[in-house]
């Protein structure tokens, strides 16, 4: 059995945005099954957006190397056992959205601890954005409103805070995370430029990884000066 492994990613917003689905190969690659790898798309953080979920089945559909399906909560599971359907895939994909209401949602359903159990027996966890939040300790959100603000209440399997979406030309978002590792709103961790996912083995940090050439990863600490510092994680290329 392979280890517990999460790949989290900030997916593309802009420009090709079908890199996000070598990003999603890629967590499936990890599961590491000779067979066609079970992946399930869980798109709660959009509301089970019937449009998100027409976009991973388009995707995913007819490819001979993956076995989609897709778990949606609204109005109901749309699966008689959550649980069984989870334990049997390979990697699940958790796609963007709000975070504040993917983990209200999840909790109310029981699925953290479904969740955790599959990741101990080995299934890949994985997603963007929201679904790169999710399992670390929080990270800056605009769930709340317009403005970003601190979200301390993840799952806490990755016992750091996690940015997403770190492009220099988005500095609001960039200098917020900072800002809010700085002041002790949020633990030290991890930020992904677009393209960029972190992959973690055994719950520790063991590379970063990127679909796109120049993309980077930071890891962001306190300074112990009421600052920051950054140090640049330079992500392997994936082919």
């Given at each position: ?5 999460i790949?989290?990613t900030s ?11 070598d990003?999603?190969?890629?967590a ?5 099954v000779?067979?066609?790898?079970k ?6 953080a ?6 998100a979920?027409q976009w991973?089945?388009?995707?995913f ?10 778990l949606t909560?609204?109005?109901?599971p749309?699966?008689?056992d ?7 895939q390979?990697a ?7 975070v ?26 994985a997603g963007?954005s929201?679904?790169s ?5 929080g990270?800056p959100?605009?769930?709340f409103?317009d ?15 996690n940015g ?5 030309n988005?500095q609001?978002?960039r200098?917020?995370y ?6 002790g709103a ?6 992904t430029?677009g393209?960029?996912?972190l992959?973690?083995?055994?719950g520790?940090f ?6 796109l050439?120049?993309?980077r990863?930071?890891?962001?600490e306190p300074?112990g000066s009421?600052g920051?510092?950054?140090?640049e994680?330079i992500?392997r290329?994936l082919?």
């Amino acid at each position: 059995m392979t280890p517990p492994q999460i790949l989290a990613t900030s997916g593309i917003l802009e420009g090709d945005r079908s890199r996000t689905l070598d990003l999603i190969r890629y967590a499936v690659s990890l599961a590491g099954v000779a067979r066609p790898a079970k992946l399930c798309f869980l798109p709660t953080a959009e509301g089970d957006n019937p449009h998100a979920v027409q976009w991973f089945e388009d995707a995913f559909g007819n490819d001979p190397a993956i076995e989609p399906s897709v778990l949606t909560l609204f109005t109901q599971p749309n699966v008689p056992d959550v649980r069984k359907h989870l334990l049997a895939q390979d990697a699940l994909w958790v796609g963007g959205g709000s975070v504040v209401n993917l983990m209200a949602i999840w909790r109310a359903h029981g699925l953290p601890e479904i969740l955790h159990e599959a990741w101990q027996n080995g299934v890949v966890m994985a997603g963007q954005s929201a679904g790169s939040l999710c399992w670390h300790v929080g990270g800056p959100t605009d769930s709340f409103g317009d403005s970003l603000d601190a979200f301390s209440n993840g799952l806490g399997w990755l016992p750091w805070s996690n940015g997403v979406h770190d492009e220099l030309n988005d500095q609001p978002r960039r200098t917020t995370y900072r800002q809010l590792v700085a002041s002790g709103a949020l633990p030290a961790g991890y930020a992904t430029e677009g393209g960029v996912g972190l992959h973690y083995v055994g719950g520790a940090f063991h590379e970063a990884v990127s679909v796109l050439p120049n993309a980077r990863a930071w890891q962001v600490e306190p300074d112990g000066s009421g600052g920051w510092r950054e140090t640049e994680v330079i992500p392997r290329l994936l082919g």
